[in-house]
């Protein structure tokens, strides 16, 4: 079972700034992609940023210029680090990752999502 956990969530004044970590973990063998998504109050789950096992990276509309996304391949951590947040930001982030994990004395793919983390941003 490939676990992924979030931190770094929190609340923030209006311009603020924050840094989101998730580390995997559990028989991986490789990562493909990982990416950051949040949902809203009232909002359907949006994908904020990802990023490839090769470094290319994609981001929703409303975060380009303000958002950047890593990745530590050696430790399997994914970071989010968020600038000039703004109150529309505030949402419940969650991390994902698809690649293969080891099974018994094979690998078959895997896609997890970690439990999220709250991200507030308000004055």
């Known amino acids: 079972q490939v676990q992924l956990v979030e931190s770094g969530g929190g609340l923030v004044q209006p311009g603020g700034s924050l840094r989101l970590s998730c580390a995997a973990s559990g028989g991986i063998f490789s990562i493909n992609v990982m990416g950051w998504y949040r949902q809203g109050p009232g909002k359907e789950r949006e994908l904020v940023a990802g990023?490839?096992?090769?470094?290319?990276?994609n981001y929703g509309d409303s975060v380009k210029g303000r958002f950047t996304i890593s990745r530590d391949r050696a430790k399997n951590t994914l970071y989010l680090e968020m600038n000039s947040l703004k109150p529309e930001d505030t949402a419940v982030y969650y991390c994902?990752?698809?690649?293969?994990?080891?099974?018994?004395?094979?690998?078959?793919?895997?896609?997890?999502w970690g439990q999220g983390t709250q991200v507030t941003v308000s004055s």
């Open positions: 990023i490839t096992s090769g470094g290319s990276t």
């Open positions: 994902n990752a698809e690649g293969l994990h080891y099974r018994g004395s094979s690998y078959t793919n895997f896609r997890s």
